[in-house]
């Protein structure tokens, strides 16, 4: 599996950009597709998941209500809705496909691909 992320740049705070994980090599299929991101000098966080078929778990606290996971199975393509950015939302966005795991994990050691990241600055 190859995962292509895109979608990041700079935005100002309050700005709603999309960013797209598309999957090429194999389909998403049963898989838990997730993103994460890592700001500089901190541990890479999870932000969200998505079962293939569609159901959906978030980070606790930091995105819930302003970030929305969805995906497009035509498309192969896994999608990370941000509203409302904050400067702290600043980071490198990776998406990652846990292909074995039954039930989505935070834990990024249980996604086994990753694609190469896009950055999002949000300036205040």
């Known amino acids: 599996v190859q995962l292509q992320a895109s979608g990041g740049g700079l935005v100002q705070a309050g700005g709603s950009p999309r960013l797209s994980c598309a999957a090429s090599?194999?389909?998403?299929?049963?898989?838990?597709v997730g993103w994460f991101r890592q700001a500089p000098g901190k541990e890479r966080e999870f932000v969200a998941a998505?079962?293939?078929?569609?159901?959906?778990?978030y980070d606790a606290d930091s995105v819930k209500g302003r970030f929305t996971i969805s995906r497009d199975n035509a498309k192969n393509t896994v999608y990370l809705q941000m509203n409302s950015l904050k400067p702290e939302d600043t980071a490198v966005y990776y998406c990652?496909?846990?292909?074995?795991?039954?039930?989505?994990?935070?834990?990024?050691?249980?996604?086994?691909?990753w694609g190469q990241g896009t950055q999002v600055t949000v300036s205040s």
């Open positions: 990652a496909a846990d292909t074995t795991s039954l039930v989505a994990t935070r834990a990024p050691s249980a996604y086994d691909y």
């Open positions: 090599g194999r389909t998403f299929s049963s898989y838990i």
């Open positions: 998505i079962y293939w078929r569609g159901g959906i778990t």
